[in-house]
């Protein structure tokens, strides 16, 4: 069993276990989503990042000791506090960030990253090194929630295409709301260039590793 943790507080159940069905529906692993408390708008500063870690670290804690599973997978391209849960409990916690991360060098050599920050993760930019091709967000956006918006996905298809546009071989997503609003089957309409989905990636790490 996957441990998911989102880093957006939401009410909403679909929102909350939009996650869990793609790792249902794609690599056919059972998994519980639990999400953070009082970060309403998720992460999207360095400040939020700070105040999500303690957070995190308690529920990665609480999923392995109470809800029995055997991985942790961090759902956030921030990759908060996955060193320091690692030190906490004895199964793999993964990082959405570092495994779409990796991901992308495995088919590319020119990887343009979608985002939704101003600044390319840092975690993200280190492991692409010289292979960061360029970084973009859609327009207007500037947290998670705001990829809810009616228009949201045009613009981050708008933003995708620029990046091809120079020169991208690869597009690797940097904000996991990307796979809550269903971003790469609609964008995959419209470029062809292999599109890397942060939750889709946490599958395929789990998926190599568990029993």
């Not at 992308?104 to 960061?132: E, W």
């Amino acid at each position: 069993m996957l441990g998911i943790i989102r880093v957006l507080t939401t009410d909403d159940e679909n929102i909350l276990q939009e996650h869990s069905r793609v790792m249902k529906r794609e690599f056919n692993i059972e998994s519980i989503s639990r999400c953070i408390p009082d970060q309403w708008n998720g992460i999207h500063s360095e400040a939020t990042q700070r105040l999500a870690e303690p957070k995190i670290e308690a529920l990665v804690k609480s999923m392995v000791e109470n809800d029995g599973v055997t991985a942790v997978t961090i759902s956030c391209a921030a990759d908060p506090a996955v060193e320091s849960s690692r030190k906490l409990v004895n199964v793999p916690v993964y990082g959405a960030g570092e495994v779409g991360a990796h991901a992308a060098l495995m088919i590319s050599r020119k990887v343009g990253v979608l985002g939704i920050t101003p600044d390319v993760p840092p975690n993200i930019a280190k492991i692409l090194g010289d292979h960061l091709l360029d970084y973009t967000w859609p327009e207007g956006v500037s947290t998670t929630v705001d990829l809810l918006e009616e228009d949201a996905k045009k613009r981050a298809i708008d933003a995708c295409q620029n990046l091809v546009n120079k020169g991208a071989t690869s597009i690797l997503f940097a904000c996991t709301g990307f796979s809550t609003i269903g971003l790469k089957m609609e964008l995959a309409k419209h470029i062809h260039v292999p599109i890397i989905d942060l939750v889709e990636a946490q599958g395929i790490a789990y998926s190599l590793t568990r029993k």
